[in-house]
Antibody, heavy 119, light 106 residues
Framework: QVQLQESGPGLVKPSETLSLTCAVS?????????WGWIRQPPGKGLEWIGS???????FYNPSLRSRITISVDTSENQFSLKLSSVTAADTAVYYC????????????WGQGALVTVSS | EIVLTQSPATLSLSPGERATLSCRAS??????LAWYQQKPGQAPRLLIY???NRATGIPARFSGSGSGTDFTLTISSLEPEDFAVYSC????????FGQGTKLEIK
């Protein structure tokens, strides 16, 4: 069974960089598929942030591209998100998920991590 | 950016009834449309991909239809555990999601 687990600070100060890691178990990232990040502000809808492949190929939401870095660590079977210059608008539950690009859907999700941007 | 508009925003029904949820895209997404179920405090759960294909383990009472710009998620006979928020998602260019339909108990 594929499982994903987000980890990282729950509180980030404005203008700083948000960093999260997603540990994957039950499937080797090196075996394929893309791996993505999605967020959901409190009481609002879902927003895809970006996805990455073990080959290093990444694609990002154009509205966030200038602030995002997503990377993969195949040795640890995990992938990471960095979002720079955060503001209160970046406060959200951040999810990681397996991105089945070939079927256009996200089939396994982590439980989510709430990140609050506040001084 | 392709915008997905879901209707209604809230749907009030009783267990055993049929639920019909709509998702309309601002331009054609062909069949690249998925549906998710989300309960409070939980991650989304993939129900349907490719507009009409049930994901692994999803009960047959859930079905999806449509292509192009108009899509429908149908729950044939509501079970108590089906009351949740349902979101559609397209992958024609990058991923975008609808704002969700809340299915509540009447």
């Amino acid at each position: 069974q594929v499982q994903l687990q987000e980890s990282g600070p729950g509180l980030v100060k404005p203008s700083e960089t948000l960093s999260l890691t997603c540990a994957v178990s039950g499937y080797s990232i090196s075996s394929g598929y893309y791996w993505g990040w999605i967020r959901q502000p409190p009481g609002k809808g879902l927003e895809w942030i970006g996805s990455t492949h073990h080959s290093g190929h990444t694609f990002y939401n154009p509205s966030l591209r200038s602030r995002i870095t997503i990377s993969v660590d195949t040795s640890e079977n995990q992938f990471s998100l960095k979002l720079s210059s955060v503001t209160a608008a970046d406060t959200a539950v951040y999810y990681c998920a397996r991105d089945r690009d070939e079927i256009g859907a996200l089939d396994y999700w982590g439980q989510g991590a709430l990140v609050t941007v506040s001084s | 950016e392709i915008v997905l508009t879901q209707s209604p925003a809230t749907l009030s029904l009783s267990p055993g009834e049929r639920a019909t949820l709509s998702c309309r895209a601002s331009q054609s997404v062909s069949s690249s449309l998925a549906w998710y179920q989300q309960k409070p405090g939980q991650a989304p759960r993939l129900l349907i991909y490719g507009a009409s294909n049930r994901a692994t383990g999803i009960p047959a009472r859930f079905s999806g239809s449509g292509s192009g710009t108009d899509f429908t998620l149908t729950i044939s006979s509501l079970e108590p555990e089906d009351f949740a928020v349902y979101s559609c998602q397209q992958r024609s260019d990058w991923y975008t999601f609808g704002q969700g339909t809340k299915l509540e108990i009447k």
